[in-house]
């Protein structure tokens, strides 16, 4: 299943930012003292107690509004209240409880969001201010005391937000269920694929971008193979989202891929690969999903007998990181190839979660072995002792070695390439753990 996702909701400057990061675990906001510094939407993942979540640092006031610091306040309260499972709503101890908290309080209320209140800039262990009980007034429960800045109080506050999170194994669809993300910029025919797909129109198509803001979900059975196609809102390039509503599309479509096994990463054969379609190519791949590359449009091209080979390998050069990946030629318009879609889900899907046994592996790393030898550090060799299969979905492998500061990237590369040969994995990421295998 997806992970949850947690929104720190709060007025400007009441340091947000800096709690994600020491949640996080890194500086990845900016802090700083100027309210509305937070201008892009930032999310990271994080985890506490075994249980993985994505955490959304919500942004203050935008330069570009003109906009009462109320009105977005609002605004930023009813989209965390849509893409969260779990809120936190952050106050200031030492500002005291503002019109504004109040305001923001009520629309959280009428959500039936879980919502864990803590009160930031706690800086002293021992007792808590008494201004920290006039946040009861808030109707919210207990506050959490805490202080971003210093670390205090962060474990009994993940403590309480992590009660609220789904059980683990909650998935809405059985096992032989495909989840499968269309995921690609805005306009570039997500939704006029799953329409035709379907057969029917069962989400809106239009030429502006954005259209679809939420991830839509539609099962679907073909051929006695049941999938779930997930619509996802376009992801665009953060200098161009000026809505809050898209900046957590965005959101929304990161937990779609999370969800999925397959991604259908769509590109709109008019533009080619932009820096963004290599984003979000990126976060397909880093999440360890089997994707297809799906070059959309291909009716609206002029070819000839070297078009469709050139635009190949213009893919690879620009998504060399994800050249496993099958590439799909279609007109979602039209229908052209729409059909052959379906053969390459099921076949990335069943790659997906290959199973190799440790008999076979370590006969093909042998040869290999044999074929190249291991890379050598001051006289000292790579030796690997033996591999085996670890998990599926992506496929993972544990390397044992006799010294895994020996095993440079490129030999790596080469044991990737060596078992991809000999097993396919088409269309799946393939994970590497190295070990040293103890001196005992």
């Not at 999170?165 to 306009?187: C, L, M, R, S, T």
């Not at 076949?347 to 290959?354: E, I, L």
Request: glycine share 8%; aromatic share 8%; with cysteine.
């Amino acid at each position: 299943m997806s992970k949850p996702i947690v929104a720190i909701v709060g007025r400007p400057n009441v340091g947000k930012s800096t709690l994600f990061n020491k949640i996080v675990g890194q500086r990845i906001s900016i802090v700083e003292d100027t309210p509305g510094v937070t201008r892009d939407r930032i999310y990271a993942e994080a985890e506490w107690l075994g249980r993985h979540f994505t955490l959304i640092d919500t942004g203050g006031i935008e330069p570009e509004s003109k906009d009462e610091i109320l009105a977005q306040m609002r605004k930023q309260a009813e989209i965390a209240i849509e893409t969260s499972h779990v809120i936190i709503f952050l106050v200031d101890v030492k500002d005291g409880m503002t019109a504004s908290d109040k305001d923001v309080a009520s629309i959280l209320q009428k959500s039936g969001k879980p919502i864990v209140l803590a009160c930031n800039k706690v800086d002293n262990i021992g007792q808590p201010p008494l201004e920290l009980y006039e946040f009861y007034n808030l109707g919210l429960g207990d506050p959490i005391a805490i202080s971003s800045v210093h670390g205090l109080g962060i474990g009994d506050l993940l403590d309480e937000v992590s009660k609220h999170f789904p059980d683990a194994d909650q998935d809405g669809y059985a096992d032989d269920v495909i989840k499968v993300a269309v995921i690609g910029k805005p306009n570039a025919g997500k939704s006029s694929l799953v329409n035709k797909v379907l057969g029917e129109e069962r989400v809106i198509v239009s030429d502006v971008p954005g259209t679809t803001r939420d991830a839509i979900d539609t099962y679907f059975e073909k051929d006695g193979q049941n999938y779930v196609f997930i619509d996802t809102a376009g992801m665009r390039k953060k200098g161009k989202i000026f809505e809050n509503i898209e900046r957590y599309s965005v959101i929304r479509s990161l937990a779609a891929v999370e969800r999925s096994d397959v991604c259908l990463i769509m590109i709109d054969a008019s533009e080619g690969v932009t820096e963004q379609d290599t984003k979000i190519a990126g976060f397909a791949h880093e999440q360890g999903k089997a994707s297809i590359i799906v070059i959309n449009k291909w009716d609206l091209i002029e070819k000839d007998d070297k078009t469709m080979n050139l635009f190949r390998q213009d893919v690879m050069d620009k998504l060399s990181f994800m050249t496993y990946a099958p590439i799909a030629f279609i007109s979602a318009k039209t229908g052209q190839r729409v059909e052959k879609l379906f053969e390459l889900i099921k076949y990335v899907s069943n790659q997906h979660a290959m199973r190799i046994s440790t008999g076979m592996l370590n006969d093909i790393i042998n040869e290999a072995v044999a074929k190249t030898q291991p890379p050598s550090d001051k006289g000292k060799r790579l030796k690997i002792l033996y591999v085996t299969q670890a998990s599926v979905k992506p496929p993972t492998f544990v390397i044992f070695v006799n010294d895994k500061e020996l095993m440079h990237f490129s030999y790596e590369r080469y044991i990737e390439n060596q078992i991809r040969g000999a097993f396919g994995l088409e269309g799946t990421p393939v994970r590497f753990i190295i070990r040293e295998r103890s001196k005992e």
